[in-house]
Antibody, heavy 129, light 106 residues
């Protein structure tokens, strides 16, 4: 059974970089055909997709985060990571990692992101000095 | 950007009731629409994908319908464990979620 677990500091100072890791069990990141993603939920707000990445390095990101987002895979530990730079109080949120399912677009010939079928329980990150 | 809206924003219902939540996209998304259930402190759970396909393991009292811009999630015979927040999510252009619908106990 696929399980995901987020980990990282619960408190980050403004202007610094938020770093989180998602440990995957029950599936091998390096042999998975699906990308791995990050989603967040800010206080009192809904869900917001941040980005997704394949084991091979191809990434997809929400344009709202693109300029300050870095994602990577560590196959030796079967985990993937998120780094969000220059954070502000607006980045305070519960951060979730999830497996992203894709679908084949017969018109473009590309695989597109579709939905998230397995999620971690989330980790709260507060941005404050 | 494709904007997603949901209605109602919250509803109160009793165990055994049938409830319907609607989701509207700002432009046509075909059937690239998924539904999730989210309880506080828990991982969100996928219920429906491709507008009407039930995810494995999800009870059959959950059903989805719609295409284009208008979609619906129906829970027939509401159970105590169904009280939660429900989100729709489109994948036609980038990935965006609706604002959520809170289903509360009456």
């Amino acid at each position: 059974q696929l399980q995901l677990q987020e980990s990282g500091p619960g408190l980050v100072k403004p202007s610094e970089t938020l770093s989180l890791t998602c440990i995957v069990s029950g599936d091998s990141i390096s042999s998975s055909n699906f990308p791995w993603g990050w989603i967040r939920q800010s206080p009192g707000k809904g869900l917001e997709w941040i980005g997704s990445l394949y084991y091979g390095g191809r990434t997809y990101s929400n344009p709202s985060f693109e300029s300050r987002l870095n994602m990577a895979v560590d196959t030796s530990k079967n985990q993937f990571s998120l780094k969000l730079s220059s954070v502000t109080a607006a980045d305070t949120a519960i951060y979730y990692c999830a497996r992203t399912i894709t679908y084949y677009d017969t018109v473009t010939g590309y695989y597109n992101l579709y939905y998230f079928d397995s999620w971690g329980q989330g980790t709260l990150v507060t941005v404050s000095s | 950007d494709i904007q997603m809206t949901q209605s109602p924003s919250s509803l109160s219902a009793s165990v055994g009731d049938s409830v319907t939540i609607t989701c509207r996209a700002s432009q046509s998304i075909s059937t690239l629409l998924s539904w999730y259930q989210h309880k506080p402190g828990k991982a969100p759970k996928l219920l429906i994908y491709a507008a009407s396909n039930l995810q494995t393991g999800v009870p059959s009292r959950f059903s989805g319908s719609g295409s284009g811009t208008d979609f619906a999630l129906t829970i027939s015979s509401l159970q105590p464990e169904d009280f939660a927040t429900y989100y729709c999510q489109q994948s036609s252009s980038s990935l965006t979620f609706g604002p959520g619908t809170i289903v509360e106990i009456k």
